[in-house]
């Protein structure tokens, strides 16, 4: 699929349907994240706010 010009127009519309369906589903998932990171949701203690950030940018790493 280098060349998106070069397909068929039925492929080309096949494609962009199957793309939509898929950035429905992460909208629905995004909504969802947002309304769990809310600001009332979120957490206000700064070492308990870091913690959480290693773990997200250092999964690997153990404390």
């Known amino acids: 699929m280098d060349n998106i010009e ?3 127009t039925a ?3 096949a494609l962009l349907e199957e793309l ?6 992460v909208n629905k ?3 969802t994240a947002q309304v769990a990171l809310s600001p009332e949701n979120q957490f206000r ?4 706010a870091a913690t959480l950030e290693c773990f997200t940018y250092y999964p690997s790493r153990q404390e």
């Open 11 to 13: 492929v080309n519309y």
């Open 6 to 8: 070069a397909m068929p």
């Open 45 to 48: 203690d700064r070492e308990t």
């Open 20 to 25: 939509l369906t898929v950035f429905e589903a």
């Open 29 to 31: 998932l995004l909504t």
